[in-house]
Nanobody, 123 residues
Framework: QVQLVESGGGLVQAGGSLRLSCAAS????????MGWFRQDPGKERGFVAA????????YYGDSVKGRFTISRDNAKNTVFLQMNSLKPEDTAVYYC????????????????WGQGIQVTVSS
């Protein structure tokens, strides 16, 4: 069983930056692909970014390409999401997720989820 805990969220002005972290425990982190998703109330959970277990392959949702960067440190069992040039429409609860094998943009394909963390971007 893998436990995931997000941190680093908060309130930021438009154009600013935040760095989310997701610390994993209880499993072999280096064998899991990791993903970030986000969700507004009443909306479906949307794909943000994913990274392969080795960190060599990354995927991004269209709305965050060029602004967000996903990375991981397998020695520290942590995945990161660097968010730059933030916009009010990036406001959401952000979740990290883990799955064995390859990364995926489909939230239904992830086995483990964090509790989520709020990111609010003011205009």
């Amino acid at each position: 069983q893998v436990q995931l805990v997000e941190s680093g969220g908060g309130l930021v002005q438009a154009g600013g930056s935040l760095r989310l972290s997701c610390a994993a425990s209880g499993g072999t982190f280096s064998t899991y692909a990791m993903g970030w998703f986000r969700q507004d109330p009443g909306k479906e959970r949307g794909f943000v970014a994913a990274i392969s277990w080795r960190g060599t392959v990354t995927y991004y949702g269209d709305s965050v390409k060029g602004r967000f960067t996903i990375s991981r440190d397998n020695a520290k069992n942590t995945v990161f999401l660097q968010m730059n040039s933030l916009k009010p429409e990036d406001t959401a609860v952000y979740y990290c997720a883990a799955r064995p094998g390859a990364g995926s943009s489909r939230y239904g394909e992830y086995d483990y989820w964090g509790q989520g963390i709020q990111v609010t971007v003011s205009s």
